[in-house]
């Protein structure tokens, strides 16, 4: 009903998934559902928008008074409630960005004092199998979900870089940075593909396309760490792709580049549940979303 009630006040279907932070295909198959239940027409949809039937009218009326009754019983449930009984579960992978999260978080804890977040560490890929296995509330992951079950909005894209031991950056650095088909030679200290596996096509599709050796195949299970990442390309003979804001202190036998026409960008969504109707979750997910230059 809270999803019919967005659409017949946004007049458009895209008007209300972007309210409710849901997809419009998600959308439009539960009114269809509605539609299907209650055995009438509600909604008639043209190439202005969607109107309501009568009926839909008579929906409209009928609905926003079970939601205000509704919300009216979960406030006053809500101040029996002890601390952090609100738990919102927040899936976190390896080199996010140190700011993306703390603007939206302190937000949330303004906006809902109740909410405790628990912050997982955890692959896209346990994330992904978390978020549909009720056991995590939104994930934050390298790769976009499939299927009609979860959500997923854009969070932050970085362009990457190389980390190279000074010595060959020296050699191989132009006035723009370093191309890729120069580290031609050199191992890529990689990451194991069970743990994001369209992403760790991409970028081995792109490094192989540049006539790129990937070297061995990472163990899997093993996540790329920052110390195994300094430590394989300190030895030389390898190199490694790192954001250009990488947290990690660089040490002075090691040199950060940015690639030649950026032909690596890692992109980060935010994905969770399709039915979550949880208002915590939106709040943060609508702070999260990105809106920079696509």
Not at 32 to 45: A, D, F, S, T, Y
Not at 155 to 174: D, F, S, Y
Not at 200 to 213: C, F, K, N, Q
Request: charged share 20%; aromatic share 4%; no cysteine.
């Amino acid at each position: 009903m809270r999803a019919f009630v967005a659409v017949v006040e946004e007049g458009s279907l895209s008007g209300a998934a972007r309210r409710l932070h849901v997809s419009q295909p998600a959308l439009s198959q539960q009114m269809n559902g509605l539609e299907r239940q209650l055995g009438v027409q509600l909604l008639v949809r043209g190439s202005t928008g969607v109107r309501a039937t009568e009926a839909g009218a008579t929906l409209l009326v009928e609905a926003r008074a079970v939601l205000a009754r509704y919300d009216q019983a979960v406030a006053a449930v809500t101040r029996h409630a002890g601390p952090g009984e609100a738990l919102l579960r927040l899936g976190i992978p390896l080199e996010l960005p140190a700011d993306l999260l703390s603007g939206p978080l302190a937000g949330l804890a303004t906006a809902y004092p109740a909410t405790r977040v628990q912050a997982l560490h955890m692959s896209t890929a346990d994330q992904l199998a978390a978020l549909r296995a009720g056991e995590l509330d939104v994930g934050l992951v390298r790769e976009h979900p499939v299927g009609p079950d979860l959500d997923a909005v854009l969070v932050v894209q970085e362009r990457l870089g190389v980390l190279l031991a000074a010595g060959q950056a020296a050699k191989l650095a132009g006035p723009d940075g370093i191309r890729l088909d120069a580290l031609a030679g050199l191992d890529w200290v990689g990451f194991p593909r069970s743990g994001s596996p369209r992403w760790y096509d991409e970028v081995t599709a792109i490094l192989r396309s540049h006539g790129l050796d990937l070297g061995r195949t990472p163990p899997e299970g093993q996540g790329l760490i920052a110390p195994v990442k300094l430590a394989a390309v300190t030895a030389g003979g390898a190199f490694a792709l790192a954001p250009p804001d990488w947290q990690q202190p660089i040490p002075k036998s090691l040199t950060w580049a940015p690639l030649v026409g950026h032909p690596l960008v890692r992109r980060t969504w935010a994905a969770w549940p399709g039915s979550s109707r949880r208002r915590d979750l939106g709040h943060l997910i609508a702070a999260l979303e990105y809106r920079g230059p696509a």
